[in-house]
């Protein structure tokens, strides 16, 4: 496997190994963001088995003891098998996580005790603002979350638009229709009552830049994008739960 190491927008890079094993023929991308600033930040782990791959990869940008923060969207393997590998490997990083993810998970499994994160809450990086927002379930999970980069207007925004593939680092193609040919195979969203309200609301901020853990990131219209898809899973999914 191959990991490559993409800036997707200032100061934020994608490092994405493609795994042909998975789905096949198209195979998937596990994706892995790293935002530079002066408490860098990594959102997702990737599983453990990939940890000499995606460490390799960050190294590029920078020391891996430089680390401060560890995050992810939702407790996974894919987005935080290796978490504690990391903790390991930065001594001064946190792992920051939602106040459920901390309460019903984090607070067992990370080596040092995680911190929580309120609803709506920033975290000032130095060059960077990243705000953490609870999605209960959307797409899936409890305790899931996004992060919001707000200088770049990059939403950091895990299994939403999840995609086939080996695609190019950025696009500004339509990514709608890849994430519902991808939900009909793999069946992995949550239908909640609110599943397309959340994806709206996280339309409301406007991000230029929507950093997807499977698949190519988007650079263009965020707001429309994310209405577009609340309103493919009302077509497809919610209206017959």
Request: glycine share 8%; net charge negative.
């Amino acid at each position: 496997m191959d990991t490559k190491v993409d800036e997707i927008a200032d100061g934020v890079y994608r490092i994405s190994t493609w795994v042909a094993e998975i789905a096949p023929p198209a195979g998937f991308t596990f994706n892995q963001f790293l935002i530079q600033a002066d408490q860098p930040l990594l959102f997702h782990t990737g599983p453990r088995a990939m940890f000499p791959l995606v460490s390799e990869a960050v190294a590029r940008v920078l020391p891996i003891d430089q680390l401060r923060w560890i995050t992810f969207g939702h407790v996974e393997a894919d987005e935080c098998g290796s978490m504690n590998d990391w903790l390991a490997a930065a001594p001064n990083a946190e792992v920051a996580h939602g106040i459920v993810g901390c309460m019903v998970s984090l607070n067992d499994l990370a080596d040092r005790p995680p911190r929580a994160l309120a609803d709506g809450e920033v975290l000032d990086l130095g060059g960077k603002l990243v705000r953490h927002i609870d999605t209960p379930h959307v797409p899936h999970g409890w305790e899931a979350r996004v992060l919001f980069e707000e200088t770049t207007a990059t939403l950091l925004c895990g299994d939403l638009f999840t995609a086939l593939g080996n695609g190019p680092a950025v696009t500004s193609d339509d990514i709608v229709a890849p994430a519902m040919e991808a939900e009909a195979v793999f069946r992995a969203s949550s239908l909640a009552p609110d599943t397309a309200a959340v994806m709206r609301q996280l339309g409301e901020l406007a991000p230029q830049n929507l950093a997807l853990m499977h698949g190519s990131s988007y650079h263009g219209d965020g707001h429309q994008a994310l209405r577009d898809l609340a309103a493919a899973y009302e077509e497809h999914y919610l209206k017959q739960a």
